[in-house]
């Protein structure tokens, strides 16, 4: 039977973390993969999750099955933060724990295709290279629009709206709440209001990915435009990551949140949510998720883990201002938010920008601003133009 089985490509952003690895020179830069570091270059435990797990390890006296659900308390205690306070997303709105951010896409991918197997999904590319393969082998038809000219680095906003335009009623629209990856550049306030007009006009379905909430302008600025399109739609998906915000990575900390058009639905939102993940993976693992839910509870770890969150945002954005210092025509970086830009340039360069200099960045010409030093600024700014980016 395996021997029918075709080899297929490795992902090449995580193939990134060993290839560094490999690299023994000193003064090499990892702007591979999308995790945060610190000034030491090191990916901590945050401190708010540190102190949550050692009072879990102290008072946790079971570990008995929760359910396909999750930890509700957990769903239901992120609400606020997400959506803020709105009497629709307490009436309409349903939730269910994920494995990570990607478990909320799969699940939500599925939901969409139970309830309407001919609706297509409208991707904006470049995007996050998991997307579109979540949504096909949920066999959901993908259509792909371009959202983004990386030479001019703006959004080509006549193909969003062209897109959004021709979508048939009940199609989806992925959307990436803030900061988005791989390009950092996220839709102005004004271009956020006529998308969200357009939803509405034509009846379409946002799907909302938020993976990097904090991590551009803060929780509530961040939180904005999705805040404003549950406002004015009638029906929503938001797949929601803790994985980055609150540094839980492999313990896969997700939510996937439905709002649908009245109170009546939402008994069958949630019952097929549950019906899915049963399938998929019976119940979430629950550590991550009892990590976040013990911080949120507790009003001092909740106040360590705004702060600890706030000094991230600040360094990252503190390292996107010393790369445009560095280089006038990097400047579009201090304007972008979240890890990533993505510079335009052939896949044989981001080669040769490992081998010759050292500085790892994705085939794409992506890079993770988390990675860098302020003071790593100059080194790369050498190497862009040794290889012809600038
Ligand atoms: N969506 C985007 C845009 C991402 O960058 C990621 C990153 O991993 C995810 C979703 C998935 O997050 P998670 O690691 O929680 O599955
Ligand atoms: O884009 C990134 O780097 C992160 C991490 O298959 C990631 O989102 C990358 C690839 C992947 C899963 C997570």
């Known amino acids: ?25 000193t003064g090499k830069i990892d702007l591979g993969v999308g995790v945060y570091r610190d000034a030491m270059g090191r990916t901590p435990v945050m401190r708010a999750v540190k102190a949550a797990e050692q009072f879990l390890l102290e ?15 957990f769903v239901q205690l992120l609400k606020p933060i997400v959506f803020g306070k709105s009497p629709k997303v307490d009436r309409c709105l349903v939730g269910i724990q994920t494995p990570g951010g ?4 799969r699940l939500g991918a599925e939901l969409i295709q139970t309830a309407n197997p001919s609706a297509k999904v409208l991707l904006g590319t470049p995007s996050w290279p998991n997307h579109a393969p979540i949504f096909s082998s949920a066999r959901l038809a993908v259509t792909d629009y371009a959202f983004v000219d990386l030479t001019l680095q703006q959004v080509k906003f006549d193909s969003v709206v062209d897109a959004l335009s021709s979508a048939a009623e009940g199609d989806v629209v992925l959307l990436h709440g803030c900061c988005h990856n791989p390009t ?19 009846r379409l379905v946002p799907f909302i990915d938020l993976a990097y909430q904090g991590l551009g302008d803060g929780l509530e600025q961040d939180a904005a435009p999705t805040r404003m399109i549950l406002d004015a739609v009638d029906e929503a998906l938001i797949a929601y990551s803790c994985d980055k915000n609150f540094g839980l990575y492999r313990e896969r900390v997700g939510a996937l949140y439905v709002m649908t058009r009245n109170n009546d639905d939402i008994g069958k939102a949630e019952s097929n949510m549950a019906a899915l993940a049963r399938v998929n993976w019976s119940m979430p693992p629950d550590h991550g998720a009892a990590v976040v839910r013990t911080i949120l509870e507790s009003p001092e770890m909740s106040a360590m883990w705004r702060a600890e969150l706030d000094e991230m945002c600040e360094r990252v954005n503190g390292n996107r201002a010393a790369l445009a210092a560095a280089a006038p025509d990097l400047a579009f970086i201090s304007r972008q938010r979240g890890l990533f830009s993505n510079l335009s340039m052939s896949r044989e360069t981001a080669a040769a920008l490992r081998a010759r200099h050292g500085v790892y ?11 860098m030093q302020p003071t790593d600024a100059g080194a790369i700014v050498t190497a862009l133009r040794a290889e012809g980016c600038l």
Do not use: C, H
């Open 361 to 371: 960045m994705a085939d794409s010409g992506r890079m993770n601003l988390a990675g």
């Open 59 to 73: 008072t946790q006296d079971s570990k008995k099955y929760l359910g396909p659900e999750g930890d509700l308390q």
């Open 184 to 202: 950092g550049i996220d839709f102005t306030i004004e271009q956020w209001r006529q998308i969200t007009e357009l939803l509405v006009a034509r």
């Open 102 to 105: 990607s478990g909320a896409l």
């Open 1 to 25: 039977m395996f021997d029918q089985l075709n080899n297929r490509p490795a992902d090449s952003l995580l193939a990134l973390i060993k290839a560094f690895q490999a690299d023994d020179r």
